[in-house]
């Protein structure tokens, strides 16, 4: 009987010790992901985000697509490409800024400035720079291999719970989902979810924010075409 408590008392430890590790495993990760995104020079980021809302009454699907690209010390391109509304952009090669909507072919052009980087400030890859911070819980899940231009790249793929003080009255946070290129500390896709705080399961609606990326590079040369406002790029 002894032995069979021991045993079982080995066996929990070995767990426990083992959460542990992962979480550790896991924080260690994030650091990583953020020390690259922070100490990036250029980057070229392409992708989609599909956000999927599931209520009691309906299900809706939406998608748009995104192009990143910034080149230190003030090149930059910010493109999304809604479904129903046109393409919205706003692009600058460190002497003139241009801001162009397609649906109204609206065009605006003016000398770049000090402040146009705060463009990038709404973009995915900002946030990304503070991926590490407000962690309430971490875990290491698994591996698993994530499509790039064609290519399996292996994955990390790490849960995070985090702080969230500006979600709205009545609405929680699900927890974060992250795969992460085991090689480069980028991030390869990203799952963000919300529902709201009911007692009921079958009334609650979820929301749920899945980006993938086409293209992912970081401090690798980015091609002048990217900061011009040309309308030949591939849609």
């Not at 919205?88 to 605006?108: A, H, N, P």
């Not at 000090?114 to 990038?120: A, C, P």
């Not at 699900?174 to 529902?195: A, C, H, N, Q, Y």
Request: with cysteine; glycine share 6%; net charge positive.
């Amino acid at each position: 009987m002894c032995q069979i408590r021991r045993a079982s008392i080995l066996i929990l430890l070995t767990v426990l010790a083992t959460g542990v590790a992962l979480c550790d495993d896991a924080m260690q990760i994030l650091g990583k992901v953020g020390q690259t995104y922070r100490g990036s020079k250029s980057y070229h980021f392409e992708g989609t985000t599909v956000s999927e809302t599931d209520s009691a009454a309906a299900k809706s699907t939406s998608e748009t697509e995104f192009v990143v690209a910034y080149a230190a010390p003030n090149k930059f391109r910010v493109e999304f490409r809604y479904p129903n509304a046109g393409n919205w952009v706003r692009v600058s090669d460190g002497r003139t800024l241009s801001r162009y909507r397609s649906i109204t072919k609206e065009l605006k052009q003016q000398a770049a400035g000090s402040d146009d980087l705060n463009i990038l400030n709404g973009t995915l890859m900002v946030s990304l720079n503070d991926i590490d911070q407000g962690v309430k819980k971490a875990a290491l899940l698994h591996s698993e291999p994530v499509s790039l231009g064609g290519q399996n790249v292996d994955c990390y793929v790490v849960e995070v719970e985090r702080d969230q003080p500006h979600l709205l009255p009545g609405t929680e946070s699900l927890p974060e989902k992250l795969w992460i290129d085991k090689s480069r500390f980028i991030v390869l896709r990203r799952e963000l979810g919300t529902k709201s705080a009911t007692e009921s399961a079958d009334k609650a609606t979820k929301n749920i924010r899945t980006t993938t990326f086409s293209v992912a590079r970081i401090n690798e040369p980015v091609e002048d075409a990217l900061f011009a406002l040309n309308t030949g790029r591939k849609k």
